[in-house]
């Protein structure tokens, strides 16, 4: 082979290594570059991540904060002052087959009445599950009856002998806590028809 022909070839080989060596530094530099396009996405995406996550702290702590809210809902003024509805007609009853027209004692709203605390009163006049006040003695409307209509409040009592006893009086009622209409409080289970002994 001439040397001519050998250099040539040799000149040749030079060119091709010299092309494959661009090559390589071009493609191990698009690598590079991708590789920072890649880093700068995740550490985007890191930073995304933790904003969401102090979002989300957020608003975990303002639900924690309005929790005690949520579960006692306002359903009427606090601290307000009793309210006086004027002069009633007070009578008494016990849970008798003659007061009551049965002797289960459970009330109109499904309590189990209860001396001291048990009054019925016509839910029109005094929203049923009320507080009320006679003669400074607090008392929850939760029972009706056939003949506590109007401004009337039938006290219930132990025994059929006491509600004789304490007979019909005329008595201020004050309302202390009025209570919204709730459906609990206005679904009425069955008035009683029989009357107070007193009444
Ligand atoms: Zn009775």
Not at 157 to 179: F, P, T
């Amino acid at each position: 082979m001439p040397d001519s022909q050998i250099g040539r070839i040799h000149g040749h080989l030079h060119k091709i290594t010299r092309k494959l060596f661009v090559i390589t530094m071009l493609l191990a530099g698009l690598l590079i570059f991708l590789t920072l396009i890649g880093l700068l996405i995740l550490a985007n995406q890191a930073q995304l991540l933790t904003q969401q996550k102090d979002t989300l702290n957020q608003i975990m702590e303002l639900r924690q904060e309005l929790e005690p809210a949520r579960m006692n809902p306002i359903t009427q003024i606090p601290d307000a002052q009793p309210v006086s509805l004027g002069t009633f007609t007070v009578t008494h009853y016990c849970s008798c087959a003659i007061c009551c027209g049965k002797s289960d004692g459970i009330t109109a709203t499904g309590t189990m009445a209860t001396e001291g605390r048990t009054v019925a009163v016509d839910p029109e006049v005094i929203p049923l599950g009320s507080e009320i006040l006679i003669d400074g003695q607090a008392y929850i409307a939760e029972d009706v009856g056939g003949a506590v209509k109007g401004r009337k409040v039938d006290i219930y009592v132990s025994s059929h002998q006491e509600a004789i006893q304490r007979g019909k009086i005329e008595r201020e009622v004050q309302i202390n806590k009025e209570k919204a209409p709730t459906e609990a409080a206005t679904s009425v289970l069955g008035a009683r028809e029989n009357i107070s002994p007193s009444e």
